[in-house]
Nanobody, 123 residues
Framework: QVQLVESGGGLVQAGGSLRISCAASGRTFSSYAMGWFRQAPGKEREFVAAISRSADIDYADAVKRRFTISRDAARNTVYLQMNSLKPEDTAVYYC?????????????????WGQGTQVTVSS
């Protein structure tokens, strides 16, 4: 069983930056692919970014060149650095782990989920 705990969300002005973190339990963290998803009120949960076991990375078009995903194996933690934030980035951000280790883009591809952290961008 893997437990994921997000942190670092908050309120930021448009154009600002925020880094959110996801701490994972378990010794097999480095073998998982990790993903970030977000869900705004009244909308479906959507893919934001993912990093595979072999460090392949991909982003949703809406966040490319603004967001950066990274992982620290020693700390069992994955990060999402968010720059040039926009009001439309406002959502609950969820961390997820995929046992297969490959990049995943859909919620059903991930096996474990965190509880989410709220990110609010004011205009």
């Amino acid at each position: 069983q893997v437990q994921l705990v997000e942190s670092g969300g908050g309120l930021v002005q448009a154009g600002g930056s925020l880094r959110i973190s996801c701490a994972a339990s378990g010794r097999t963290f480095s073998s998982y692919a990790m993903g970030w998803f977000r869900q705004a009120p009244g909308k479906e949960r959507e893919f934001v970014a993912a990093i595979s076991r072999s460090a392949d990375i991909d982003y949703a078009d809406a966040v490319k060149r603004r967001f950066t995903i990274s992982r620290d194996a020693a700390r069992n933690t994955v990060y999402l650095q968010m720059n040039s934030l926009k009001p439309e980035d406002t959502a609950v951000y969820y961390c997820a782990a995929r046992i297969s280790g490959a990049l995943g883009y859909s919620t059903y591809e991930y096996n474990y989920w965190g509880q989410g952290t709220q990110v609010t961008v004011s205009s």
